[in-house]
Nanobody, 132 residues
Framework: QLQLVESGGGLVQPGGSLRLSCVAS????????VEWFRQAPGKEREGVSC????????HYADSVKGRFTISRDNAGNTVYLQMNSLKPEDTAVYYC?????????????????????????WGQGTLVTVSS
């Protein structure tokens, strides 16, 4: 069974940090770009960050640039999202998704995250709450 499982969410104070993990089972993640999304209550899902299959390319939403860092450990079949300087507006359910065997795609602004219709596997999400 092809599956992605997120973990690492929780309650953190503003200015704090969390590291989310996305672990794949049933398939090798090393040839798949992975993207993190989030969805806050009452809001649309938002792409947060993505990483190419070998980790050479990354992309961040403007809202998290400079605060979040995406990385991957292909040997461990895991992608991480390190979140620093968290703000209340980062509160959301965070999901990871993978696009099987997709090569990197580049646009005028550089590396582009996989298109939604190319994402083959999604996790169930992990809740991040930033509050004092």
């Amino acid at each position: 069974q092809l599956q992605l499982v997120e973990s690492g969410g929780g309650l953190v104070q503003p200015g704090g940090s969390l590291r989310l993990s996305c672990v794949a089972s049933g398939f090798a993640l090393d040839d798949s770009p992975v993207e993190w999304f989030r969805q806050a209550p009452g809001k649309e899902r938002e792409g947060v960050s993505c990483i190419s299959s070998r980790g050479g390319y990354t992309h961040y939403a403007d809202s998290v640039k400079g605060r979040f860092t995406i990385s991957r450990d292909n040997a461990g079949n895991t992608v991480y999202l390190q979140m620093n300087s968290l703000k209340p507006e980062d509160t959301a359910v965070y999901y990871c998704a993978a696009a099987f065997r997709r090569p990197p795609v580049f646009g005028d602004s550089g590396y582009m995250c996989p298109a939604l219709d190319t994402l083959d596997a999604w996790g169930q999400g992990t809740l991040v709450t930033v509050s004092s």
